[in-house]
């Protein structure tokens, strides 16, 4: 009964939209690409070379991130199987496109009603389908469960707020994920929600965020990484860093970033003798407006280029002009502040400075990237400031009292260690469910 009353809802809701929606698409040429997807209207256009079919389903440019990490494992471990994606959002397809387009079938979700989930089935004729975190639609599980199809549930988070939406719901939920096969979550959190929900305790596995599941060049564990000490050692000599001489790496640094930064860093320069500062832009075309903010204060700078042709470090800021070095440059840095964090741009991957051994500093704009934000701040290993005030602050009871920021430092890196298995151990499941 209540799949009947969600199907009728869900037809209700498009009845209800289709005069306003539609005419709005027409005139406007948006979504209708999209909504013919959505519907069912598309041609597979490419041939399958396997016969695994695996569909992993991600709301937006978050999941899609998440179902990467797995295919790329999937192929790391072999697993002879074609790709299907599909997404909720615009730009989640977007992304799926850019970043998986060779090696996937990229197309928008179905409407979550009968007809159309058997149009897919029929077309892509999964061999299994991936839930990814929260995107549980009721009638795609059920009829792809009812028809063969293997169905699991990875990286598995729940907030409360969707605890208590779904647990309004508590029988029709129970229901929808009895059809799942098993399910990894990211923490204990996840797996007591998943449990208090009506699934069974015995098939949830925690496994960490497979999101932060960063492949390094050489290996994936910092304690074995290590930037390799040839490689710290040629940055800090390009840098001509005396030993224990402090370096503020600024990484993904956006616009309106920059002048607050200079303003810390000639606030510490006096209690911090010798301070080091290296501004990394996320987008290497604002270089000349960032120059001439540097101009304006009448700093001393330097491009990293220069230093990287021969130059002798002669200024305390430099200005990373290069691309591929700032993972490098994170691991010899005394503190790590990540950009797009004091202006509301979302946020960068801080898990990426933790994954070097060094705990984020980081404003309080970072809506695209809060599951690390969590993981990092209750391991005590990441730190939110709410303006430059409080990051000058923290960076100068930091410099006192150099045993705290160690002891961040090696909780940040034992956590960004422990996600790295995450995608690894996600992916095993999936195929011991394709196994039995």
Not at 427 to 436: G, T
């Given at each position: ?54 569909w ?19 192929h ?10 599909t ?21 928008y979700?179905p ?10 089935l029929r ?15 009721p009638?795609?599980?059920r ?12 990286n598995?988070?729940?907030s409360?707020k ?32 998943y ?31 290590n ?25 993904s640094t ?5 002048t607050?930064?200079?303003e ?34 009448k ?40 950009g ?11 898990m990426?400075a ?14 695209d990237?809060l599951?690390?934000?969590t993981l ?61």
């Amino acid at each position: 009964m209540y799949y009947e009353i969600y199907t009728l809802l869900g037809w209700l809701l498009i009845i209800a939209a289709t005069p306003f929606f539609i005419p709005y698409c027409l005139i406007t040429g948006k979504h209708l690409n999209s909504l013919k997807q959505r519907f069912g209207f598309f041609a597979v256009n490419r041939s399958w070379q396997h016969q695994q079919r695996i569909w992993f389903h991600a709301a937006s440019v978050g999941e899609v991130q998440v179902a990467k990490a797995l295919i790329e494992e999937c192929h790391a471990l072999k697993l002879a199987a074609d790709f299907i994606i599909t997404t909720v959002t615009d730009q989640g397809q977007l992304v799926a496109q850019a970043q998986l387009g060779e090696k996937a079938l990229c197309l928008y979700a179905p409407l979550d009603l009968p007809h159309i989930v058997h149009a897919f089935l029929r077309k892509l004729q999964p061999t299994a389908y991936v839930c990814l975190e929260t995107e549980l639609w009721p009638n795609i599980i059920r009829i792809l469960r009812n028809n063969g199809v293997r169905t699991v549930l990875l990286n598995g988070r729940m907030s409360e707020k969707s605890f208590n939406n779904y647990n309004r719901f508590a029988d029709f939920s129970r229901q929808v994920l009895a059809n799942i096969e098993k399910i990894a979550v990211i923490n204990d959190t996840d797996k007591k929600r998943y449990t208090a929900l009506g699934y069974r305790r015995d098939k949830i596995v925690v496994t960490g965020n497979a999101k932060y599941s960063l492949r390094l060049p050489d290996t994936t564990l910092y304690s074995d990484y290590n930037t390799t000490d040839s490689s710290q050692q040629r940055y800090r000599q390009l840098l001509c860093l005396r030993e224990n001489q402090p370096l503020l790496v600024a990484g993904s640094t956006h616009t309106g970033e920059e002048t607050l930064l200079v303003e810390v860093y000639l606030e510490l320069v006096s209690s911090m003798p010798g301070l080091v500062m290296i501004l990394a832009p996320r987008h290497l075309e604002r270089l000349a407006q960032i120059q001439k903010i540097l101009d304006d204060f009448k700093v001393d700078h330097q491009r990293f280029s220069e230093l990287l042709s021969g130059k002798v470090r002669s200024a305390s800021i430099i200005l990373l002009d290069t691309m591929g070095e700032l993972r490098g440059l994170y691991s010899i840095a005394t503190f790590v502040f990540c950009g797009g964090s004091l202006v509301e741009k979302g946020g960068h991957n801080i898990m990426e400075a933790a994954l070097h051994g060094k705990a984020p500093i980081y404003g309080p704009h970072m809506k695209d990237f809060l599951d690390a934000v969590t993981l990092l701040e209750n391991n005590g290993g990441g730190f939110m400031v709410a303006n430059s005030f409080e990051l000058k602050n923290l960076l100068l009871s930091f410099a006192n009292k150099p045993d705290l920021l160690n002891k961040a430092n090696e909780k940040a890196v034992a956590t960004a260690n422990a996600q790295q298995t995450a995608a690894r151990n996600q992916v095993k499941i999936l195929l011991d469910v394709l196994a039995h």
